[in-house]
């Protein structure tokens, strides 16, 4: 069963890594001034996320099986090394997004050339490109901590992301964890991971999507520099990375609030 659950927390690295990455495509877009263009290509990388996600599931289900008939095993420290996982990926997009800044700024490029996305992959990927893209890794700098100062930002836009982002990073496993917590109601319960990830789809939908499209507004109008835009993107890779740390304090608790739900329900 350890080979389950080492291939649920790299598909759950990948997770959260392609999603924090789409940051840099969208900052790329707007100092290139195409938003648009960088906004179609950051859905591919989603589309990475969401095909990660399809496979993770059915593996997470295997390990709760697992469980059921081994009395002894440690359902929930397995699950913490997932969520570990999530905090994994997360750090290693924020290492990695001066190099994803620049290298989504050459696929907007390319893709504005090329005119689709196949015929940018027939030109633009080959091995020697790849081999040059080493050229272009920009390793991030101590310097850049000094400029997250909130000023200007929205502290509850930062605290809202950390608290969705430990919503979504616990949906499905604190679901997966109140079935196992009840006879009665354990399929009602694992079916119940909206409970959860739905109060984060609503404050995502409400409070921080137009927040951060306002900024965004206000950036390509000229009104603010684009810096502001990499501070708000850099606050979010932050708080999103404590929001990975968050699910682990709020694993057991959601996954008993589940249990008591589907039971008044």
Known sequence: MLEQVILVSLFTFIIHLSETLTYSLRLAGVRLGKLAVALSLSGIILLISRTANMVQAPLTGKIIDFSKH??????????????GAATLGTVTALLLFPSAVFLSSRLISHLEVAGSIPQMVRSSVSIQKINNARYHLRFPQL??????????IPKRLVVLNCLVTAIYTIGVLAALLASTL??????????????????????????????????????LRGEKEVATLNKVFGLLMMSRLFGTVLAQ???????????????VL
């Open 143 to 152: 310097s850049m901590l000094s400029r997250l100062r909130i000023g200007g």
């Open 249 to 263: 304090v709020l694993l057991v608790p959601a996954a008993y609030w589940i249990k008591w739900m589907v039971s």
């Open 70 to 83: 081994n009395v002894d095993y440690n359902l929930i420290d397995q699950f913490r090394i997932i969520i």
């Open 182 to 219: 009840t006879t009665e109601y354990s399929i009602a319960a694992s079916q119940s991971s909206g409970l959860i990830n739905g109060m984060a789809t609503i404050l995502l939908t409400i409070l921080i999507d137009p927040q951060i499209g306002l900024i965004t507004d206000k950036v």
